[in-house]
């Protein structure tokens, strides 16, 4: 590793063991012994906000760890000083002790997160590592180092959302996705959820792409505004004029004869057809609570546009009244999860909501947002569901995202390929970039995870990987 001249260094004032991540400040552990690049580290860290303990090898590493972890994060050196603790497999070519420590701190905490420097490499997928390893992040550039921070705070603040927290988030976005009708395309709460953290973490690479998280606000409340804005994305997108599909709306006669709605309505009047679906989705709504005045009387006055105040005080409707009655329509047009652990019931897949319907559910969206914990958590249960189990569900559902541009990133890295973190662009198919060095073109999906693209076929033909396996495959 090239070293530089070192810094003179003062002295480290001691620090209070943290009993955990939030009993103070954001902690980290720099495991470094070059003094030049742990001045650099450090410093970088602090302006961070990072509360920092270093060590010089790995054994000091592990004691440190084992004596105050968990950390917000820490940073390993590739190279650092071999340590008797730590035992080294010497005939693993992948390992060495910064590797070794790596792993045995995941061995004791696999949610830690963790960057492993190894700046005397070009890009991560050149750096040897274990398997086990290959999820986490490797730094080449000093530069990378903030954006790193940002992934994992965004990574940390999702593992720490409450179950109420998750509740809320995902209802919401359920709603949401609900009030696109035909424009949500089938897509559900949990892909608009995903879509949220995704941009987020594209936003942690770089403030021009993506969403950035401000830490002044918090990440539920961040979430709920990506969300709101994603879906009205989606709603601009659709186009209005397409023609809708005739199969949507069949029905059937006595005599089993198909015939649509459309028929009686004169043609040339597309306004007036699209009104007439609309309509029929207003009623079909509405006629749930057929046996439920109170609750039929704050939709109608919702459909209308009227504010709660109006519609207590239109319908005589007391505080309480109001709220039980909102919660019945929640309960009622969201429901329980098919099967317990699948997706949200998608009334949407074929309906074609107008702006009252939509208004509606973007305002259920955000009446789900006030609840308090225990009213969230007792709401879920009235609908049938767990809510321990639905948090956690929810939980994995955003783990999905993170790990979904993790294996792209990591897959191309181990290409050769380059993708600077302001290169991805969202499409209608997905996210797409191009490797900065060879020009390839690569996409995934946010729903599946699906990768696509000739930047997959092979390694990057401007990289050192290529040049190296070309000339070894040439004496053979």
């Given at each position: 590793?090239?070293?530089?001249?070192?810094?003179?260094?003062?002295?480290?004032?001691?620090?209070?063991?943290?009993?955990?991540?939030?009993?103070?400040?954001?902690?980290?552990?720099?495991?470094?012994?070059?003094?030049?690049?742990?001045?650099?580290?450090?410093?970088?860290?602090?302006?961070?906000?990072?509360?920092?303990?270093?060590?010089?090898?790995?054994?000091?590493?592990?004691?440190?760890?084992?004596?105050?972890?968990?950390?917000?994060?820490?940073?390993?050196?590739?190279?650092?000083?071999?340590?008797?603790?730590?035992?080294?497999?010497?005939?693993?070519?992948?390992?060495?002790?910064?590797?070794?420590?790596?792993?045995?701190?995941?061995?004791?905490?696999?949610?830690?997160?963790?960057?492993?420097?190894?700046?005397?490499?070009?890009?991560?997928?050149?750096?040897?590592?274990?398997?086990?390893?290959?999820?986490?992040?490797?730094?080449?550039?000093?530069?990378?180092?903030?954006?790193?921070?940002?992934?994992?705070?965004?990574?940390?603040?999702?593992?720490?959302?409450?179950?109420?927290?998750?509740?809320?988030?995902?209802?919401?976005?359920?709603?949401?996705?609900?009030?696109?009708?035909?424009?949500?395309?089938?897509?559900?709460?949990?892909?608009?959820?995903?879509?949220?953290?995704?941009?987020?973490?594209?936003?942690?690479?770089?403030?021009?792409?993506?969403?950035?998280?401000?830490?002044?606000?918090?990440?539920?409340?961040?979430?709920?505004?990506?969300?709101?804005?994603?879906?009205?994305?989606?709603?601009?997108?659709?186009?209005?004029?397409?023609?809708?599909?005739?199969?949507?709306?069949?029905?059937?006669?006595?005599?089993?004869?198909?015939?649509?709605?459309?028929?009686?309505?004169?043609?040339?009047?597309?306004?007036?057809?699209?009104?007439?679906?609309?309509?029929?989705?207003?009623?079909?709504?509405?006629?749930?609570f057929k046996d439920d005045p109170e609750a039929t009387q704050v939709l109608h006055g919702l459909l209308d546009g009227l504010k709660k105040n109006e519609?207590?005080?239109?319908?005589?409707?007391?505080?309480?009244?109001?709220?039980?009655?909102?919660?019945?329509?929640?309960?009622?047009?969201?429901?329980?999860?098919?099967?317990?652990?699948?997706?949200?019931?998608?009334?949407?897949?074929?309906?074609?909501?107008?702006?009252?319907?939509?208004?509606?559910?973007?305002?259920?969206?955000?009446?789900?947002?006030?609840?308090?914990?225990?009213?969230?958590?007792?709401?879920?249960?009235?609908?049938?569901?767990?809510?321990?189990?639905?948090?956690?569900?929810?939980?994995?559902?955003?783990?999905?995202?993170?790990?979904?541009?993790?294996?792209?990133?990591?897959?191309?890295?181990?290409?050769?390929h380059t993708i600077n973190s302001n290169g991805w662009y969202r499409g209608r198919s997905g996210y797409h970039s191009t490797c900065v060095a060879c020009?390839?073109?690569?996409?995934?999906?946010?729903?599946?995870?699906?990768?696509?693209?000739?930047?997959?076929?092979?390694?990057?033909?401007?990289?050192?990987?290529?040049?190296?396996?070309?000339?070894?495959?040439?004496?053979?």
């Amino acid at each position: 590793m090239a070293h530089f001249l070192p810094y003179p260094e003062p002295p480290e004032p001691p620090l209070p063991p943290p009993r955990s991540i939030n009993a103070s400040r954001k902690s980290a552990l720099l495991v470094e012994n070059d003094s030049s690049l742990l001045h650099i580290f450090r410093r970088s860290l602090k302006d961070e906000g990072y509360t920092v303990r270093t060590a010089a090898n790995s054994k000091e590493g592990l004691r440190l760890y084992r004596d105050f972890a968990p950390f917000n994060l820490v940073l390993i050196d590739y190279f650092v000083p071999q340590s008797k603790e730590v035992e080294i497999d010497l005939l693993a070519e992948l390992q060495t002790n910064g590797t070794a420590l790596a792993t045995a701190i995941r061995e004791t905490n696999p949610s830690q997160g963790m960057v492993i420097a190894a700046l005397d490499y070009r890009n991560a997928g050149e750096v040897p590592r274990p398997r086990e390893l290959m999820h986490i992040p490797v730094l080449v550039a000093i530069r990378q180092l903030r954006s790193l921070l940002e992934k994992i705070e965004v990574d940390r603040a999702i593992e720490a959302l409450t179950p109420s927290e998750l509740l809320r988030l995902q209802r919401s976005a359920d709603f949401r996705v609900q009030g696109l009708g035909r424009a949500a395309r089938g897509r559900t709460g949990e892909d608009l959820l995903q879509e949220a953290e995704l941009r987020t973490l594209i936003g942690a690479e770089d403030t021009q792409k993506g969403r950035h998280w401000n830490k002044d606000v918090d990440i539920e409340r961040h979430l709920t505004e990506a969300m709101r804005s994603i879906s009205n994305c989606w709603k601009r997108q659709f186009k209005e004029m397409e023609a809708y599909l005739m199969s949507d709306f069949l029905i059937h006669d006595a005599e089993e004869q198909e015939h649509s709605p459309l028929d009686n309505v004169a043609s040339g009047h597309k306004a007036a057809d699209q009104r007439l679906i609309e309509k029929d989705e207003e009623e079909r709504v509405l006629s749930k609570f057929k046996d439920d005045p109170e609750a039929t009387q704050v939709l109608h006055g919702l459909l209308d546009g009227l504010k709660k105040n109006e519609i207590m005080s239109k319908y005589g409707l007391g505080e309480k009244q109001y709220a039980a009655a909102v919660k019945r329509i929640r309960v009622t047009l969201l429901g329980p999860r098919n099967g317990g652990g699948g997706k949200t019931k998608n009334m949407t897949d074929k309906r074609n909501y107008g702006d009252p319907l939509e208004k509606l559910m973007n305002q259920l969206a955000e009446s789900v947002l006030g609840l308090s914990d225990a009213a969230i958590l007792a709401e879920t249960s009235e609908a049938g569901a767990d809510p321990e189990q639905e948090a956690e569900r929810t939980r994995s559902v955003l783990r999905r995202a993170s790990e979904v541009l993790e294996n792209v990133n990591g897959r191309l890295s181990n290409l050769g390929h380059t993708i600077n973190s302001n290169g991805w662009y969202r499409g209608r198919s997905g996210y797409h970039s191009t490797c900065v060095a060879c020009g390839s073109f690569v996409s995934f999906t946010t729903a599946t995870g699906e990768m696509r693209g000739e930047a997959l076929d092979g390694l990057c033909p401007e990289s050192d990987q290529y040049t190296i396996r070309r000339l070894e495959a040439s004496r053979e």
